[in-house]
């Protein structure tokens, strides 16, 4: 199938360069669908029309596409998001629609300065297992005088008669706030229980200030996970884990692998050290809404990796009963299995 976004305008489609005075040359276009950035250190040289060598360069392209039933039809269909409408394209006959089916206005634009939003993001996901798609969208908090991000919760089913899925107003059927930045938000069924819990993690406020300090060489992060109850998420996190990680060449790891014990939770795989990969124990204590989720701090599972190896999660399917990982290190693969 091939289909075709709507066209929109952009007001910010113009080329800018700073003077020398200024510094490095700034210079960023935007023509639909695309923008470019690039900056670049030095001086033109205008007798030879010469430009310095960039030294960052980014480019944006058209939006990328989301695969979920909108209609409870048990078909997939299609999700393009753009600078200021949702476009769904619905599936039929195993083709897709030219045309969107549904074009509704974001509940705020995706400007520019949302684009700089490190906690920005959108997603869809079935929340309640109704087969409907419902968005979920993360942004900082620009009317806080705090740094904090809000996640804004558009439910299809709570929106009755209200225009789909955003409502008249943009007004959200469930609102989540948290204290600084967020990153990495993921919807993942971990009790298998057929709705999805929220994970993510979250920086502290004042991650600005630990960056400048000169005897800062690691930041807090925090591991957070929301329980999905019957399509509706907690307020408060289930498990809420931090962690200091180092600054340089570094990246926490912190997914949720997949069932390894036997008693319906996901367990952890947890790399909060450059050379040490772990796996770790969740356990749930009580029955029904009084049961609570807890992390086991003694590894099930552990082992030195490389510093600049690169840890790959692999789902359980046929001859696979339970889930592995995959480690790629400089001068070997590990492929470990779990009995």
Known sequence: SRVRVPEEADGAGVWLSATRREGPA????????????????????????????????TSESVSAPFFLDWDADSDLDLFVQTTHHLHVFLQEGGRFKVVPELTRAL???????????????????????????????????????????????????????????????GTPTNLLVFA??????????????????????????DLIDQLRSVSTQ???????????????????????????????????TAEFLGDLTGDGLSELVMRDEPEKLRVLFVRAQGAGDKQTWSVFEKPLWETAVH????V???????????????????????????K
């Open 218 to 252: 690691s930041i807090e992060a925090d591991l957070l996970v929301y329980r999905n109850r019957k399509g509706v998420l907690a307020r408060q996190p289930e498990i809420s884990l931090r962690r200091s990680i180092p600054i340089e060449r570094f990246q926490l």
């Open 107 to 169: 509940p705020f634009e995706i400007d520019a300065g949302r684009r700089l939003d490190t906690s920005y993001s959108s997603h869809v996901v079935d929340l309640d297992r109704d087969k409907r798609a419902d968005c979920v969208i993360f942004a900082g908090d620009k009317r806080s005088e705090d740094i904090r991000t809000q996640a804004l919760f558009f439910a299809q089913a709570a929106m009755k008669s209200q225009p789909l899925p955003f409502g008249k107003d």
């Open 307 to 310: 510093e600049d190896a690169a």
């Open 312 to 338: 790959e999660l692999v789902p359980a399917r046929a001859g696979l009963p339970r889930p592995a990982l995959l480690v790629t290190e400089p001068n070997q693969v590990l492929f470990v299995r779990f």
């Open 26 to 57: 700034v210079r960023g276009s935007r023509k639909r669908p695309s923008f470019t950035l690039e900056l670049t250190g030095g001086e033109e040289n205008e007798t030879l029309g010469s430009r310095p060598p960039a030294l960052v360069q």
């Open 180 to 205: 600084g930045f967020i990153s990495g938000p993921r919807f993942v069924d971990l009790d298998a229980d057929g709705y999805p819990e929220l994970v993510l993690r979250a920086v502290r406020p």
